[in-house]
């Protein structure tokens, strides 16, 4: 009888637990959905704005796991520059969902602080949570988010080796005129600053092979062509990045410098030095 008695409370206890589990589901699910529909009024008015924030904060409340939502919610405040607001934020979303957002994260870390170390932690941690394929963020590899990241430790060796990665994965993939000019720029900057100007030009060369148009490359190509003795023809390359300079043509970001930026008074600078 007791044995009996033992087996009937365990056996209750049993379907007790489960019942509380399906039950805590079915709560979860709810609240990821109501989430999710306020979520999306939000995104119904311009980002940053006091009704898009209250109504993503108020996401985040109904369903405080709601990655998406609360990577969302930091984005303005990385825009502003305030990194107080924005990174406990965005911490919460790589917490939540680490394979959506620590790549993210990495990149942020690249590109709007330039703290190069811990933008290759995330980048790697990243990568080592999807080992059988590579991962994609912002219409680049992860190689190319590495690559640029080493560059900007002037670890020249690291960073030609991922961007090497990363054009041959695109060229064999899609063929090379859909990689990145960029991914060409900042592989020929690394040669460029190991004295290695043959391979340096030909990446430079690449870039105007698909555009005409870059003040970028003929500005290190006028550079090489200087240090080499040439100087009619970093004359003519000086004067042709200046001319695409001024149509809009050279690397660039929204909202914050883009690594090895050039400016006008970097293309001058080195025009006047040919005129000596």
């Known amino acids: 009888m007791?044995?009996?008695?033992?087996?009937?409370?365990?056996?209750?206890l049993v379907i007790s637990s489960s019942c509380q589990e399906v039950s805590d589901q079915d709560n979860a699910l709810a609240r990821r959905a109501e989430a999710e529909q306020v979520f999306k009024e939000a995104l119904q008015y311009y980002q940053g704005t006091p009704n898009c924030m209250r109504l993503i904060e108020k996401a985040t409340l109904i369903d405080t796991t709601y990655a998406e939502a609360?990577?969302?919610?930091?984005?303005?405040?990385?825009k502003r520059g305030l990194p107080h607001k924005w990174k406990p934020l965005f911490d919460r979303a790589v917490h939540h969902d680490p394979k959506t957002w620590l790549m993210a994260r990495g990149v942020i870390y690249l590109k709007s602080y330039r703290n190069y170390k811990k933008s290759i932690e995330d980048l790697d941690a990243a990568d080592a949570?999807?080992?059988?394929?590579?991962?994609?963020?912002?219409?680049?590899?992860?190689?190319?988010?590495?690559?640029?990241?080493?560059l900007g430790l002037k670890d020249y060796k690291n960073?030609?080796?991922?961007?090497?990665?990363?054009?041959?994965?695109?060229?064999?993939?899609?063929?090379e005129d859909w990689v990145e000019l960029e991914a060409f720029l900042y592989r020929g900057i690394a040669y460029y600053e190991t004295g290695k100007k043959t391979l340096a030009k030909g990446n430079f060369h690449k870039i105007l092979h698909y555009s005409s148009r870059s003040a970028d490359a003929k500005y290190y190509l006028a550079k090489i062509f200087n240090e080499n003795g040439q100087k009619d023809s970093a004359i003519s390359y000086i004067k042709g990045a200046k001319k695409d300079f001024e149509l809009g043509f050279y690397n660039r970001r929204n909202y914050v410098e883009a690594l090895r930026q050039i400016y006008w008074e970097d293309l001058d600078e080195l025009e006047k030095s040919l005129d000596e």
């Open 2 to 12: 007791v044995r009996l008695l033992k087996y009937c409370l365990s056996s209750i």
């Open 70 to 78: 609360i990577r969302e919610l930091s984005v303005a405040y990385l």
């Open 129 to 150: 949570l999807t080992p059988d394929f590579v991962d994609y963020i912002a219409g680049h590899s992860i190689d190319y988010w590495r690559g640029m990241a080493y």
């Open 159 to 175: 960073s030609i080796h991922y961007y090497d990665k990363h054009i041959k994965k695109e060229t064999e993939e899609t063929g």
